[in-house]
């Protein structure tokens, strides 16, 4: 079984064939999806387009598949609902095609698994930047997995993801710690 299988593949807009000239009450009002925006929380940039891009636009439940190497892959939440995606991105939707049913989280995990990993290395192009072509992207073989193992390895994922949190901010809280020690020893202060 294909990704293309169970899911929807759509590239994001090349927003330079898409921007307005100008600002006019015609014009559509987007902000844009960015990577450092998303990681570092900061305002996401507005674009205007004389055309209506609704189809480019991320929902809650899709995934963004970062083209570019390192690949990265984003489950949409209620942060991304609503932005535009460019063509940095695919946009995977989940579907139903002939009652075959997938786990967002099972899928997701698969496509940042060294399975999957494995499977793309070998059609990555480009010499400084490596990307991944869309139709190899949907060319991705899928193990077919029954439902209720989806749900088991998803509550595994999820359960991992939230211990891989915990770690992190117990060491950099450790960190905090024992630079604080240091310092007061350094200083003369026991």
């Known amino acids: 079984m294909f990704l293309e299988d169970i899911t929807k593949i759509n590239i994001g807009i090349v927003l330079r064939r898409k921007e307005a000239m100008y600002k006019s009450k015609d014009t559509y009002d987007y902000k844009i999806f960015n990577l450092k925006n998303y990681e570092e929380k900061i305002e996401y940039e507005d674009f205007y387009s004389e055309e209506n891009l609704d189809n480019f636009i991320a929902k809650k439940g899709d995934l963004l598949f970062r083209l570019a190497f390192p690949i990265k892959i984003i489950e949409v939440d209620d942060e991304i609902e609503g932005l535009l995606i460019n063509s940095q991105y ?6 139903d095609f002939d009652n075959l049913t997938y786990n967002i989280d099972f899928v ?13 290395e070998k059609y990555l192009i480009g010499t400084s930047v490596k ?7 949907r060319k991705l073989k899928i193990p077919a997995v029954s ?10 994922i999820n359960n991992w993801n939230r211990q891989k949190i915990l770690y992190t901010k ?4 450790k960190d905090y710690y024992y630079n604080a020690i240091i310092t007061k020893i350094i200083k003369g202060e026991e």
């Open 170 to 173: 117990i060491i950099t809280e």
């Open 147 to 156: 439902v209720e193992k989806q749900k088991k390895l998803s509550s595994l």
């Open 131 to 137: 990307t991944v072509p869309v139709a190899k992207l």
């Open 90 to 95: 695919c946009i995977i939707r989940m579907c």
């Open 108 to 120: 997701k995990w698969f496509l940042e698994s060294n399975m999957a990993k494995n499977q793309l």
